[in-house]
């Protein structure tokens, strides 16, 4: 079973190669702990320097899953009136045999509207660099009828085995006290990731567009005299589109420190995909997050569903937030 579930990945993975494919994103089931990946205009939201390390195994039952891990690090600086911020990602699908590795610069600037509204616009860029372990692949031609995989392939090397292009990105938030809204552009130029693109092979990476709002209802006094740490209930919605890819999640955090409770629903158009169950815990300047994905779609039985784990320091603050409006989204 194993070597037939091998051979699978194989035709799954050759057809991913040839001509006309398009490829798509990691995605991470808790978005706010995990700000800079959903929109770049979070860069210096939480104004002091802010640590975010996120890890993602998907499908572990299914040999070959996908393991994406991600880090970032963000702060607002006063001299040039807005955010920077670095994030980091490496994905590895396959056990190893195919890699993606992306590195960025962030920059967002902060726009008053008024006492209580806000807008942050921000630009990302950076690379993105596909490899292939081709030692690593077998071929159909491999198949001996008794021996299994013991012949030698006919499948010849591709010429380069690294893949890497420029990539840009760009977001938009508005936001008050309690309201946070945004949309995200990635991939706004071209990204060709096809390893045969001296014999005419294109593989793009489709723009990725993404919508995402939410609101903090305080479930003690009232908006007025809100304070970060009352217990609050925040419902969400995130939509993220690319190429043919349509996805949907929608649900809810709970708030009462330093425990934070989330429920997430998230279907494509086709049909429905999985109940996402997150818990996390907030201490002072320090905040970890475990959610599980429960799969409700075909690959029920076989996934394993999905483990993600968020990790994320804030560092002593270099100036007065007071002075400096931050984002008031869930903690998680």
Known sequence: ??????YLFLVIFISALSTGLKAQDPHFSQFFANPLYLNPAFAGSKVCPRLVMNYRNQWPSIPGSY???NASFDMHFNAIAGGLGVIVQADRAGEGVLNTQTAALIYSVRIPLSKEWFIKAGVQAGFIQKSIDWDRLTFGDQIDPKWGFSNNTNELRISDANRMDFDVSSGLLIYSRQFFGGIAVHHMVPVNVS??????GESYLDMKLTGHAGYMIPLKGNSKRYRPGDPTISPNIVYMQQGAFHQLNWGAYFKMEPLIFGVWYRHFFEGSDAVVLQVGFEYNKFKF???????VSQLASASGGAHEFSFALDFNCPIKKSRVHEINCPSF
Do not use: Q, R
């Open 195 to 200: 390893f045969n693109e001296d014999k005419g």
């Open 289 to 295: 997050g475990y959610s599980y994905d429960i799969t």
């Open 67 to 69: 393991v994406t891990y």
């Open 1 to 6: 079973m194993v070597e037939k579930l091998k």
